[in-house]
Every structure is written in C-alpha cells, then in structure tokens.
C-alpha cells in the first residue's frame, strides 16, 4: 500500500488546468501548422495564421490561450494500491481546480445549478471520471473543456443495423450542424458502444489521445482517416468562414456493448484542444 | 487588404461594409453576453433604458479572464453568437450599428439587420490572449455581481474582425463553405504522419 498526501495531488491538479490553459500542445501545434500550408481559401489561411499566432502569445505571456477557460473535467485512474491521506481526493481535486482558476486568472464559468444559474466564483465543482486499475500510482488527466465546442455535441442510440454507415452519417451530421459554431477547426471525438452514457464519457476521453498518434486498431484507424477525410470535403473550414480545414482530427474509442444497441456519442473540441497529464 | 473603422458608426460607413472585409476597429465597444442581454431586455421590457447609449455602438459577445496584475485586460476572445440571438433584433432596434461574435446569426436577426442597417462583424474564436493586447481600457458599467458576465465598455485600438454579414444580408457562412466542399484530400495529410 502507497501513501500519497492528498497535497500532492492539489498541487499536481493546479498546476495541470494552469499549464493545459497556458501552453497549447505541440501535437496541436503541428497539426495547424500542416493544415495551414494545405489551406486553399484566404481567409482561412488568415484564420489559421491568427490561431497560430495566438497559441503562441499565450505561452509568451502565460495567459489563458482562450477566455473560455472550460468547465475542468479530469480523468483519474487511481491504483488500487494507493492510499490518499489528508483530504478525500475529490476535495483535494477541486481545491487544485479552485486554486488554479485564482492564481492563473482564469475564467471562472461554473454555475451552480443549472435552472438557477448563479456563478460559484472558483470553478468547482470539477468533473472527474474515476477509474480504479491496479498498481500503485494515481494517472491524472486535466481537460478544460470549454463550452462553445460542448454545446455542440451530441449522442444517439443507434440501431445495431445502422452499422458503420449509421456512425458515419450521424458524426456528418453533427459536425454539419455545428457549422461555425464549435471554433472550428475542431478534434471529433468519438465513442462507440458500451450504454448510453458510456458513449458519452468514451467521446470525451478519445479527445485526450494525442493527435500524433494513430488508433491502435487498424479497423479504427482506416474508420477515423475516413471521418476526417468526409469532415474536411464539407467545407466548414476555419471558423466555418470556407475551407478544407475543419478537423485537425477525428478520434474514436469504443467499448463492448449489448446485442440490441449501438451507442454513439460525438463530443467535440475546438482547436484549443487543452489537455495535460501526470502520473503520481 | 485591412479597412480601420472607428466607432461609433455611421450609416455611410455601414453601408459600406461589405461581407468579406477585413477591419481593424478602434474606440469604445461594449461587452455583454448571456446573463447581460437577458438583463438588458428585461429592462427594455419593463420600459426602462440600456445601461449605455447603443446608438452607433458595436456590442462585442464575450466574458473575459480576470486580468493580470499589471494588465488591462485577461484572454478576451469571442464567444458564440447564435445564443444572443433571441434578444438581438431589440438590441438593433436600439441604434446599435455592429455586433461582433462568433458564428452564423439566425434569420429573424439578420432581417433586423436588413431592416435598421446593422453588421456583424466575426472575431476569431479562440483569439483570447491576442486580443487582450488589443484592449488599452476596460471598465465595467452595469451587473458587476454577473462576474465574467458583466457589462463592459472597452477602448480598443486595431481590433481585427471580418464584416461576416453586412447590412444588405450578404452571408459568409452561407456563402463561402460551397466553395470549399469536395476540395481536399486526405493523402495530403496522411503522407505527413
């Protein structure tokens, strides 16, 4: 059994939304700077320019890369071996979110309820996703994920006789009707199977795969590079003003499901996609 | 290839501003997003005024970081228009001549625009931490207690923004993403990898 002062882990989350708002990938970075030269309309090219240009400021300046600094959602894989002392782990999570959102002047954009909207002033509560694996160590993954991109995701139940073709049209059909809205270019991510909220939750932590890295399983690759190929013949372009640029990326995870059913869930980001990770 | 526009606006350069455009704005804009314009309206609706004079004004849709010590202003991006969209068409009918945002308006907005000949101007989504170079000023004028939520009146100098659809109706994101579909290729990418 492992210790870990639950100190460790506030200042571990701190620093994660801190730094995820400050520093833009470089796998993001790339990949705008790859799109760029392929950018065939203009203003798209000014587009990319400016989004290139802005990520960079924000890690000269160290200042939020965008003003929606998100909602913080964190993936926690926690040892079984481990035992947190101190504060409960998700007090000691949203301390760091609390303090993170104070220190490094970002936005806070949490309302407590959802009807009554009253803002809670530091960001908290977090999102956290809890997975129990083995070992004795605690991965953390940070996500600000911010709100113009989320209000543009969807889910539907799918029947198991709609296929891949059936995943196909509805992820074309979700990022057609967030047209401009989402900040494109955007990261689709995507889960498939499992239950409904399963999905959802998959949607979200495919977006965490770096964009340098391809899906592991062939299948899934050859379906992502199709997507990406289907999405960027559409369009949208950056900012939805015209273009060839409208994902950077298109990633799936999925997950057994039920012989009835056939869950799938698109979860998009814009292209300040902010996500950084530790291992305690 | 830039036109450097200074508010307020009048109707000849309103009328001159024509979707595609790009333009750098100076002089005071005002900021209000969600909780504001709900704010806004119900004071209109119970026959009361705006908390600033719209005529000839630009209404910028954002809610920033808080600043830096020692800064103006935090990460000053746009957020997306198409939420303001219920309040706009009374929001024009108030004189004001821009609206800057991200993201396609709804009809019965861009009718408003035709109507009382208004613009709105896209700003680049994403683009806080340039743009909060860009703010020499900042104060807040009305609902301090709505936080990044607040109405503030900002002096900005060379604010970059594209007219994306202009007084006469004419619609980038209507017209421009035809153009491009069909027009890339996937090798293109993938041979990068």
Known sequence: MREIDSEIIEKAVKELFINANYYLGEDILEKLKCYRKLEISEIGQEMLDRVIENAELAAKNEIAICQDTGMSVLFVELGQDVHVHGKSISDAINEGVRQAYSEGYLRKSVVRDPLIRKNTGDNTPAVIHYEIVEGESIKIQAMPKGFGSENMSAIKMLKPSDGVEGVIDFVLETVKKAGSNPCPPIIVGIGIGGTMEKAAILSKKALLRPLSEKNADGYYADLEDLLLSKINNLGIGPQGLGGITTALGVRIERYPTHIAGLPVAVNITCHASRHKEILI | ?193
């Open chain 2, 1 to 193: 290839m830039y036109n450097k526009i200074t508010t307020p606006l009048k109707d000849n350069i309103v009328n001159e501003l024509k979707a595609g455009q790009h333009v750098y704005i100076s002089g005071k804009i005002y900021v209000g997003r969600d909780a504001a314009h709900k704010r806004m309206i119900e004071q209109l609706e119970q026959g009361g005024k705006l908390p600033f004079d719209a005529e000839g004004q630009i209404i910028y849709y954002a809610g920033p970081c808080p600043p830096k010590p020692g800064s103006v202003a935090g990460s000053f991006g746009p957020t997306t228009s198409g939420r303001m969209d219920k309040y706009s068409p009374q929001m024009i009918k108030q004189g004001l001549k821009g609206m800057m945002g991200k993201g396609d308006r709804a009809d019965a907005v861009i009718a408003e625009m035709i109507n009382s000949k208004c613009v709105y101007f896209a700003a680049v989504g994403g683009l806080g931490a340039y743009t909060s170079t860009v703010i020499k000023s900042l104060r807040v004028i009305a609902y301090e207690d709505l936080g990044a939520e607040a109405l503030r009146e900002l002096e900005v100098v060379d604010f970059p923004a594209i007219v994306a659809i202009d007084s006469s109706g004419s619609n980038l994101y209507r017209t421009e993403p035809g153009k491009y579909a069909d027009k890339f290729d996937i090798n293109s990418v993938l041979s990068k990898k």
